[in-house]
């Protein structure tokens, strides 16, 4: 087994559950104003990752999409945003929302905050992590509709033979510079986010499970 295959073996993906919530998620609020669209905002980025604001941002409609809403193309939103004087997600975050629900007609946003974006590296390991939390909010009355905490990992470890390890650390940092492990990464926070029964984002009317779940 020559170096690369070996290091291939030694990396192992580690989804972490997002909010270990002990208690199923209230969805009260959610039920009195059930959303049929979703406006994403860009994630405040508060990772050391220049690339992690728009790193994960594509990675959000999909899992939102699938779980039964009308998700307005993030990249048009942030074209448009940036067009009429919101150059950022900070500005973007802190536009009213009665503008959004008049301008698109979005029933409710979702507001996100990036926490961990990116690989840290040790001697003979690294690990990618992304952290995220998530607010949606209804439009029209500023309700808090629903929020979440996703994370997940992807780390290397140690094989045991020091070379190999030194082998598969210095690859291992090389591949991340020169490309974005995080944003694999990230679809694994999302299905923490989004996915869980008890504390995640609610089926929506576009999915077949609607009408099960309410």
Not at 70 to 96: H, I, R, S, T, W
Not at 104 to 119: C, E, I, P
Not at 204 to 211: A, C, L, N, R, T
Request: proline share 6%; aromatic share 10%; net charge neutral.
């Amino acid at each position: 087994m020559n170096v690369f295959t070996r290091f291939a073996t030694l990396m192992t993906v580690v989804i972490l559950a997002g909010c270990q919530t002990v208690k199923p998620y209230d969805y009260s609020n959610f039920r009195a104003h059930p959303p049929r669209s979703i406006l994403v905002l860009p994630p405040l980025n508060e990772s050391t990752a220049i690339e992690g604001t728009y790193g994960y941002l594509t990675t959000v409609t999909r899992p939102v999409a699938e779980r039964g809403y009308y998700v307005f193309p993030v990249a048009v939103v942030d074209q448009f945003m940036k067009a009429n004087g919101l150059p950022g997600a900070a500005e973007m975050q802190q536009a009213p929302l009665a503008k959004f629900a008049e301008v698109t007609g979005a029933d409710a946003v979702m507001f996100l905050d990036l926490k961990q974006y990116g690989a840290q590296y040790k001697v003979l390991s690294s690990v990618v992590t992304v952290e995220v939390n998530a607010k949606l909010v209804d439009t029209r009355t500023g309700t808090l509709l629903w929020e979440g905490h996703g994370v997940a990992q992807q780390s290397s470890s140690g094989s045991g033979s020091l070379l190999v390890d030194l082998v598969a650390a210095a690859v291992t940092q090389a591949l991340n510079k020169h490309g974005d492990k995080a944003h694999q990464v990230s679809r694994l926070a999302n299905a923490n986010l989004f996915y869980p029964e008890q504390t995640g984002l609610p089926y929506g009317p576009y999915s077949d499970k609607y009408e099960k779940s309410h």
